[in-house]
């Protein structure tokens, strides 16, 4: 070892020097004792290891100390919390998928906060069962004859093949054997659900004598996943719900569709050409599932609507409570359900169908007043322009469609776009952006008009 490193590690502080130093001496936050020296051990180790890997650190007591402090700091912000989305991505997985509507929210936090109906019946002032509180208003909204929400559609994926396909063949298209993101992949979720997975037809092409080429007595049913994360385009063909169900029923065979989002209303008009839930339980599928917080907008959850045999004895398989909602989400759920018993309503309230609707020139609008008000509280030291982007649905939903949005662009003068972005997602808030084009983007399809105060006071805080 050369003599600079063994000098530095022989100079590192002890433990008791550093809990000495004015700084965390005068330590008044939250944190007890133990936690404080904790972190200075960690800060010594810390520079101890960078020592030994040759880095060229500056190695004292006073150092650590800050160290050790800004570690402290950072275990005092909560970890899950608010962030403003300016990336255009309206369904960001990694943000959280779907924002909740006012109402869903307050619901929510009324429920938390007391006790609830949760599994009592007030009529009959005795036990009640927690399915009772959606399933009524899903078929309302659907068509459905009865339907269960589970903890996610992976979830409800795998019970329902538990429950209805065990020990059977279920055929699943080659063009249809989808990865989502977080690792649901439809064979491992069949295999680990005891069917089997009967792979029909190529990749770019599946035709109804596929199908029926496979059926025999084995078969359980017939699964269509709805691609929603990639398309296959070129050459290509795959079966309708309409013709798979007719196939099924002409074999006394449930045909069950994995739809993904969720999507209530038709947005074919705003270029989303993903299924709708109602016109697949029309076409006769017998059971649909799709996600809570994609297209739905509502909170995590898995919905399995359809037939009310199958939907009985999934309800009684053990997996079914292995799976329950909590009371926050099932009150979430039936107040975005709510929503859509009138679709006008669920297209104003609905945050995800709001962003996704919101016309180009609204957004614009918002783009050029939000620059300006930037450009004015923040002079000489950025500058402000608005540029035209790409919008993304997201969340695994619409991968072709590109929304026409606006975005605010901000080209700091006295730091990198790099640096303005760390510093953006450090702040108290964190703000998540693109950069491009050598800018800092911050989209306005995913910001809303109450947001903007705190943004306009992280941008300002940032470039100071
Ligand atoms: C998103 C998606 C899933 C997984 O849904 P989660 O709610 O994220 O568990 C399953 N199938 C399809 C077709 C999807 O699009």
Redesign the pocket.
Known sequence: MDKERSAKLKSLPKVDQVLAMPMIAAYSGPAPRETVVDAVRDAIDGMRKAVLGGEDIEVSAQRAAELALAKLTRSEVRSLRRVINGTGVILHTNLGRARLSESATEVISSVAMGYSTLEYDVEEGKRGSRHDHINKLICAITGAEDAIAVN????A?LLVLSAICFRTEVLVSRGEL?E?G?A?RIPDIMRISGATLKEIGTTNKTHLYDYERHINENTGAILK??T??YRITGFTEDVSCRDLVKLAHDNGLPMIY????GLMVDLKGYGLDEPVVPQAIKDGADLV?F????LLGGP?A?IIAGRKCFIDAMKKHPLARVMRLDKMTLAGLEETFRQYRDPAQAMKNIPVLQMITAPSDDIKYKAQRFALKLAQENPLVADFSVVKGIGRVG???APMLNIDTWAVAVSPREITVDEMASKLRHWSVPVICHIQDGLVLLDMRTVTDDELSTLAKAVSDVLR
């Open positions: 996610n559609n992976a979830a994926t989808v989502i977080g649901f996943v709805h929603s994360n994995d739809i993904g989002s599932l996600s809570g917080d994609k995590q898995g969340g695994g939903s």
